[in-house]
């Protein structure tokens, strides 16, 4: 996996809280604003880690390796992120001075269903989650694909909006979410979590509407809803960004409060299962 360390420059003495952001479907870790994430929200107390995973279908440069991105499952994409976490409490926690109980997982769109499921089934390498955008069910990104269709022929093409290309997915994928249906059912996980979550998502989103996160919200008691007025799937950035100060003044606004959400102190009384 490609992935980045974002240090503060001048680190706590005490160990430093680690944020692990984590993309999407079609995303990537040097897309729009996450290879400028560092830039707010590095601290003197906090860390971030961006990765790419395995099978997203970035190599060297933007969707250069589409037969991997034909066989992302969702198994493999929690394979990676439980790489990344042994990575961190085994390796870099003790290199760079990171706390092993003190990392927290933002995820967006499809990457922030990806968080809710592992902090489930992982609770051990997460201390907090954040999410943005993220999709209520699995099923819902291949809803336009005509199951029987993709099973005969193996393979479907789906378009890439943004750089107009055809992406092919192998049955595979979705073999393994029926393989796995209860298990990564993502309303489910939700319903269990027992860490601290702050969801945020815009209400004019029509890649994943927000009744997606309405729905997640119902299902876990103690989760918090940020609802952006107007606002779309990226939150008003586009690809490329060159640095954060072309993103949009509520793109600051959910950075503010994701930041305050990871670093504020909480003990058991303020999550009630």
Request: a negative charge; proline letters at 4%; glycine letters at 4%.
């Amino acid at each position: 996996m490609a992935v980045d360390l974002f240090l503060p420059e001048f680190p706590s003495s005490e160990g430093i809280q680690t944020i692990i952001y984590v993309h999407g479907f079609k995303g990537f870790k040097d897309w729009a604003f996450v290879p400028h994430l560092h830039d707010f929200l590095v601290t003197e107390n906090t860390a971030v880690v961006t990765f790419n995973f395995t099978h997203n279908g970035v190599d060297r440069r933007d969707f250069d390796d589409l037969p991997r991105f034909a066989h992302n499952t969702v198994t493999q994409e929690l394979r990676d992120m439980e790489s990344i976490a042994l990575w961190l409490v085994n390796e870099a926690c003790q290199e760079y001075n990171l706390h092993p109980e003190k990392i927290s997982w933002l995820g967006h769109s499809r990457g922030g269903a990806n968080v809710i499921l592992f902090a489930s089934k992982f609770p051990d390498y997460v201390d907090k989650i954040v999410t943005w955008s993220a999709i209520d069910s699995y099923e819902s990104l291949f809803k336009a694909i005509d199951k029987n269709e993709w099973k005969s022929q193996e393979t479907v093409q789906i378009m890439n909006a943004r750089t107009q290309q055809e992406m092919p997915l192998n049955y595979i994928i979705w073999q393994d979410l029926e393989m796995h249906s209860k298990e990564y059912n993502i309303l489910s996980a939700a319903g269990i979590l027992t860490k601290p979550w702050l969801m945020i998502h815009g209400n004019s989103d029509i890649v994943v509407p927000i009744e997606a996160a309405r729905n997640l919200y119902a299902a876990c008691d103690h989760s918090i809803k940020i609802e952006i007025e107007n606002q779309d799937h990226t939150f008003g950035c586009k690809h490329p960004m060159k640095d954060l100060s072309e993103a949009p003044q509520d793109f600051w606004f959910i950075l503010d409060n994701t930041l305050e959400f990871i670093t504020e102190e909480l003990d058991d009384s303020d999550i009630q299962i």
